[in-house]
Protein backbone atom coordinates (compact mmCIF):
# COMPACT_ATOMS: atom_id res chain seq x y z
CA UNK A 1 0.00 0.00 0.00
CA UNK A 2 3.08 2.55 1.27
CA UNK A 3 4.46 1.51 -2.61
CA UNK A 4 1.22 2.32 -4.28
CA UNK A 5 0.90 5.63 -2.25
CA UNK A 6 4.37 6.59 -3.54
CA UNK A 7 4.06 5.81 -7.20
CA UNK A 8 0.57 7.94 -7.08
CA UNK A 9 2.83 10.32 -5.35
CA UNK A 10 5.31 10.66 -7.87
CA UNK A 11 2.97 10.46 -10.51
CA UNK A 12 0.71 13.64 -8.88
CA UNK A 13 3.98 15.46 -8.24
CA UNK A 14 5.09 15.09 -12.43
CA UNK A 15 1.69 16.15 -13.26
CA UNK A 16 1.64 19.10 -11.31
CA UNK A 17 5.40 20.14 -12.33
CA UNK A 18 4.50 19.20 -15.60
CA UNK A 19 4.31 22.96 -17.43
CA UNK A 20 3.87 23.29 -20.76
CA UNK A 21 4.89 26.97 -21.63
CA UNK A 22 4.97 27.89 -25.14
CA UNK A 23 8.01 29.73 -26.72
CA UNK A 24 6.57 32.46 -28.99
CA UNK A 25 9.88 32.81 -30.53
CA UNK A 26 8.58 29.05 -32.27
CA UNK A 27 5.95 30.91 -34.23
CA UNK A 28 6.94 31.90 -37.28
CA UNK A 29 8.12 35.40 -37.24
CA UNK A 30 6.85 37.68 -40.15
CA UNK A 31 9.82 39.63 -42.40
CA UNK A 32 8.90 41.90 -45.08
CA UNK A 33 10.69 41.30 -48.02
CA UNK A 34 10.59 44.13 -51.00
CA UNK A 35 8.09 43.85 -53.21
CA UNK A 36 8.05 42.86 -57.03
CA UNK A 37 8.48 45.27 -59.67
CA UNK A 38 5.13 47.54 -60.32
CA UNK A 39 3.68 46.28 -57.15
CA UNK A 40 2.86 48.04 -53.65
CA UNK A 41 2.26 44.33 -51.50
CA UNK A 42 4.89 43.35 -49.37
CA UNK A 43 5.86 39.94 -49.42
CA UNK A 44 6.57 38.14 -46.43
CA UNK A 45 9.33 35.79 -44.88
CA UNK A 46 9.93 33.62 -41.96
CA UNK A 47 12.44 32.68 -39.22
CA UNK A 48 11.74 30.67 -36.66
CA UNK A 49 13.60 29.95 -33.44
CA UNK A 50 15.20 33.01 -31.41
CA UNK A 51 19.14 32.44 -32.84
CA UNK A 52 17.73 33.04 -36.30
CA UNK A 53 15.29 35.60 -35.19
CA UNK A 54 17.69 37.58 -33.44
CA UNK A 55 20.72 37.20 -34.65
CA UNK A 56 22.82 40.62 -33.68
CA UNK A 57 23.59 41.16 -37.71
CA UNK A 58 22.00 43.69 -40.20
CA UNK A 59 23.13 48.06 -39.73
CA UNK A 60 26.06 48.04 -36.96
CA UNK A 61 25.10 49.36 -33.91
CA UNK A 62 21.67 49.49 -35.03
CA UNK A 63 18.71 47.30 -35.93
CA UNK A 64 19.03 43.58 -34.91
CA UNK A 65 18.75 40.33 -37.25
CA UNK A 66 16.08 41.06 -39.76
CA UNK A 67 15.89 44.91 -38.88
CA UNK A 68 13.14 46.82 -37.21
CA UNK A 69 13.84 50.06 -38.89
CA UNK A 70 16.02 53.25 -37.52
CA UNK A 71 18.36 53.07 -34.30
CA UNK A 72 17.15 53.80 -30.98
CA UNK A 73 20.23 55.62 -30.08
CA UNK A 74 23.98 55.55 -30.45
CA UNK A 75 25.46 51.74 -29.69
CA UNK A 76 21.75 50.78 -29.14
CA UNK A 77 19.73 47.99 -30.63
CA UNK A 78 16.16 46.78 -30.55
CA UNK A 79 14.10 43.85 -31.44
CA UNK A 80 10.34 43.46 -31.95
CA UNK A 81 9.03 40.53 -30.52
CA UNK A 82 6.53 37.96 -32.91
CA UNK A 83 3.31 39.79 -33.49
CA UNK A 84 0.40 37.60 -34.24
CA UNK A 85 -3.16 38.04 -34.46
CA UNK A 86 -6.51 35.37 -34.53
CA UNK A 87 -5.83 33.99 -31.26
CA UNK A 88 -3.17 31.59 -31.84
CA UNK A 89 -2.50 31.19 -28.12
CA UNK A 90 -6.39 29.57 -27.08
CA UNK A 91 -4.72 26.89 -26.41
CA UNK A 92 -1.80 27.68 -25.04
CA UNK A 93 -2.33 30.09 -22.10
CA UNK A 94 0.71 29.52 -20.98
CA UNK A 95 3.92 31.18 -22.96
CA UNK A 96 7.43 32.32 -22.54
CA UNK A 97 9.72 35.23 -24.08
CA UNK A 98 13.13 35.47 -23.51
CA UNK A 99 14.76 37.97 -22.47
CA UNK A 100 18.11 38.44 -23.65
CA UNK A 101 21.53 40.18 -21.99
CA UNK A 102 21.65 43.66 -22.14
CA UNK A 103 18.22 44.20 -22.04
CA UNK A 104 17.21 47.80 -21.11
CA UNK A 105 13.37 48.16 -21.67
CA UNK A 106 10.75 45.62 -22.07
CA UNK A 107 7.07 46.48 -24.06
CA UNK A 108 4.35 43.66 -23.84
CA UNK A 109 0.51 44.26 -24.97
CA UNK A 110 -2.12 42.30 -26.28
CA UNK A 111 -5.76 42.86 -27.17
CA UNK A 112 -8.42 40.67 -25.62
CA UNK A 113 -12.38 41.60 -26.13
CA UNK A 114 -13.83 43.35 -24.59
CA UNK A 115 -15.43 43.78 -21.16
CA UNK A 116 -13.48 40.78 -20.06
CA UNK A 117 -11.35 39.61 -17.09
CA UNK A 118 -8.61 38.07 -18.11
CA UNK A 119 -5.76 37.39 -15.40
CA UNK A 120 -2.33 36.82 -15.66
CA UNK A 121 0.64 35.83 -13.42
CA UNK A 122 3.90 36.26 -14.87
CA UNK A 123 7.68 35.41 -13.52
CA UNK A 124 10.85 36.08 -14.74
CA UNK A 125 13.42 32.75 -14.31
CA UNK A 126 11.39 30.56 -12.88
CA UNK A 127 8.07 29.42 -13.66
CA UNK A 128 4.98 31.05 -11.85
CA UNK A 129 3.09 29.22 -8.94
CA UNK A 130 -0.30 30.31 -8.99
CA UNK A 131 -2.46 28.35 -10.91
CA UNK A 132 -6.04 29.86 -9.25
CA UNK A 133 -8.01 32.46 -10.85
CA UNK A 134 -8.20 35.90 -8.99
CA UNK A 135 -10.94 36.65 -6.95
CA UNK A 136 -13.22 39.42 -7.52
CA UNK A 137 -11.24 41.10 -4.64
CA UNK A 138 -7.78 40.64 -6.56
CA UNK A 139 -8.87 41.45 -9.49
CA UNK A 140 -10.32 44.55 -8.68
CA UNK A 141 -7.35 45.43 -6.60
CA UNK A 142 -4.56 44.39 -9.09
CA UNK A 143 -6.62 46.47 -11.69
CA UNK A 144 -6.32 49.46 -9.24
CA UNK A 145 -2.70 48.93 -8.09
CA UNK A 146 -0.75 47.82 -11.23
CA UNK A 147 1.92 50.31 -12.07
CA UNK A 148 3.24 48.87 -15.80
CA UNK A 149 6.15 51.35 -16.00
CA UNK A 150 7.25 49.95 -12.70
CA UNK A 151 6.56 45.75 -13.75
CA UNK A 152 9.70 45.09 -15.69
CA UNK A 153 11.67 46.42 -13.21
CA UNK A 154 10.21 44.53 -10.61
CA UNK A 155 10.19 41.45 -12.16
CA UNK A 156 13.96 41.02 -12.74
CA UNK A 157 14.82 42.79 -9.69
CA UNK A 158 12.36 41.09 -6.84
CA UNK A 159 11.99 37.61 -9.09
CA UNK A 160 8.16 37.51 -7.25
CA UNK A 161 5.47 36.64 -9.04
CA UNK A 162 3.46 39.58 -10.57
CA UNK A 163 -0.27 40.00 -11.70
CA UNK A 164 -1.69 41.44 -14.66
CA UNK A 165 -5.47 42.24 -15.46
CA UNK A 166 -7.32 43.61 -18.20
CA UNK A 167 -8.98 46.76 -17.89
CA UNK A 168 -11.71 45.87 -19.98
CA UNK A 169 -11.04 48.45 -22.55
CA UNK A 170 -9.56 45.81 -25.47
CA UNK A 171 -6.09 46.72 -24.76
CA UNK A 172 -4.30 44.58 -22.23
CA UNK A 173 -0.48 46.18 -21.18
CA UNK A 174 1.64 43.98 -19.47
CA UNK A 175 4.55 46.17 -19.24
CA UNK A 176 6.31 49.34 -20.91
CA UNK A 177 9.09 50.39 -18.69
CA UNK A 178 13.17 50.64 -18.31
CA UNK A 179 15.31 48.43 -16.07
CA UNK A 180 16.26 51.65 -13.90
CA UNK A 181 17.01 55.26 -14.88
CA UNK A 182 20.65 54.78 -15.37
CA UNK A 183 20.45 53.16 -18.28
CA UNK A 184 20.68 49.68 -16.54
CA UNK A 185 20.80 47.10 -18.64
CA UNK A 186 20.34 42.49 -17.75
CA UNK A 187 23.07 40.69 -17.13
CA UNK A 188 22.17 37.62 -18.38
CA UNK A 189 19.69 36.06 -20.31
CA UNK A 190 16.55 34.47 -18.80
CA UNK A 191 12.88 33.15 -19.41
CA UNK A 192 10.10 35.31 -19.31
CA UNK A 193 6.64 32.79 -17.96
CA UNK A 194 3.45 34.44 -18.64
CA UNK A 195 0.20 31.88 -17.34
CA UNK A 196 -2.98 32.97 -17.95
CA UNK A 197 -5.23 32.44 -14.91
CA UNK A 198 -9.12 33.20 -16.37
CA UNK A 199 -10.91 35.18 -19.16
CA UNK A 200 -10.92 35.19 -22.78
CA UNK A 201 -7.65 34.20 -24.82
CA UNK A 202 -5.47 37.36 -26.33
CA UNK A 203 -6.54 37.70 -29.95
CA UNK A 204 -2.94 39.79 -30.45
CA UNK A 205 0.06 40.54 -28.88
CA UNK A 206 3.29 42.29 -29.71
CA UNK A 207 6.40 43.98 -27.92
CA UNK A 208 9.46 45.27 -28.36
CA UNK A 209 12.89 44.99 -26.65
CA UNK A 210 15.71 48.21 -26.39
CA UNK A 211 19.05 46.28 -25.56
CA UNK A 212 22.67 47.96 -25.40
CA UNK A 213 24.04 46.39 -28.44
CA UNK A 214 27.68 45.38 -27.47
CA UNK A 215 26.62 43.51 -23.94
CA UNK A 216 23.26 41.72 -26.35
CA UNK A 217 25.93 40.69 -28.88
CA UNK A 218 28.25 39.22 -26.13
CA UNK A 219 25.14 37.38 -24.51
CA UNK A 220 24.35 35.96 -27.89
CA UNK A 221 27.67 34.68 -28.52
CA UNK A 222 27.41 32.89 -24.87
CA UNK A 223 24.09 31.33 -25.37
CA UNK A 224 23.93 27.55 -25.59
CA UNK A 225 21.03 26.41 -27.59
CA UNK A 226 18.62 23.78 -27.45
CA UNK A 227 18.61 20.64 -29.92
CA UNK A 228 15.36 21.53 -31.96
CA UNK A 229 15.53 22.37 -35.62
CA UNK A 230 14.87 26.12 -35.22
CA UNK A 231 16.72 26.35 -31.98
CA UNK A 232 15.90 28.69 -28.79
CA UNK A 233 18.69 29.62 -25.55
CA UNK A 234 18.12 26.14 -23.45
CA UNK A 235 15.49 26.38 -20.90
CA UNK A 236 16.48 24.65 -17.91
CA UNK A 237 13.76 25.20 -15.49
CA UNK A 238 10.88 24.31 -18.46
CA UNK A 239 12.04 22.49 -21.08
CA UNK A 240 11.44 23.00 -24.60
CA UNK A 241 7.57 23.19 -24.40
CA UNK A 242 5.15 21.91 -26.96
CA UNK A 243 6.41 20.44 -30.09
CA UNK A 244 4.20 21.40 -32.17
CA UNK A 245 3.32 25.31 -32.06
CA UNK A 246 0.12 26.34 -33.74
CA UNK A 247 0.34 27.64 -37.47
CA UNK A 248 0.29 31.55 -38.25
CA UNK A 249 -1.37 32.39 -41.44
CA UNK A 250 0.39 35.23 -43.36
CA UNK A 251 -0.85 37.94 -45.44
CA UNK A 252 0.73 40.43 -47.42
CA UNK A 253 1.03 43.93 -46.62
CA UNK A 254 -0.18 46.92 -49.24
CA UNK A 255 1.82 50.34 -48.58
CA UNK A 256 -1.00 52.02 -47.33
CA UNK A 257 -2.39 49.81 -45.00
CA UNK A 258 -1.28 51.33 -41.11
CA UNK A 259 -1.25 49.32 -37.52
CA UNK A 260 -1.71 51.48 -34.58
CA UNK A 261 2.34 52.26 -33.25
CA UNK A 262 3.63 50.19 -30.59
CA UNK A 263 6.44 53.09 -28.75
CA UNK A 264 8.72 52.34 -26.20
CA UNK A 265 11.27 54.89 -24.73
CA UNK A 266 14.76 54.14 -25.05
CA UNK A 267 17.40 54.41 -22.38
CA UNK A 268 18.06 58.23 -23.51
CA UNK A 269 14.27 59.16 -23.50
CA UNK A 270 13.22 59.66 -26.54
CA UNK A 271 10.38 56.85 -28.04
CA UNK A 272 10.77 54.21 -30.49
CA UNK A 273 8.41 53.23 -32.69
CA UNK A 274 9.13 48.99 -33.50
CA UNK A 275 7.02 47.02 -35.66
CA UNK A 276 4.80 48.33 -37.64
CA UNK A 277 4.25 50.05 -41.00
CA UNK A 278 7.05 52.55 -41.02
CA UNK A 279 9.38 50.21 -39.99
CA UNK A 280 8.10 47.67 -42.41
CA UNK A 281 8.85 50.50 -45.68
CA UNK A 282 12.32 50.86 -44.07
CA UNK A 283 12.96 47.02 -43.81
CA UNK A 284 11.83 46.78 -47.49
CA UNK A 285 13.98 49.26 -48.48
Not at 91 to 113: C, M, N, Q, V
Not at 121 to 144: F, M
Not at 234 to 248: E, I, K, L, N, R
Request: aromatic share 10%.
Amino acid sequence: MRSLFLVFLAVFSTFAQAANFLSVHQLPHKIARPPAAGSVAYPFDTKIGFKEQYAPTGVAGCAIGFGTGGCAFPGGGSLSLPEFTGAQLQEHKEFKIFIPAGTRSLLLSGYAPLATQSAFVLRYGKEPVRLAPLSDAEYQAARTGQHVEALFSRLVKEGAEQLVVHDGSGSLRFMGGQLDANRGSTDQGQWLYVRQLSGAPLMTYQGAIDVDMPKYAAGYAAITWNSRSAPDPVDPVSGDGPAAPPQVATTALTATETRAPTAIMSASGLPVTLGHQGAVLQAAD
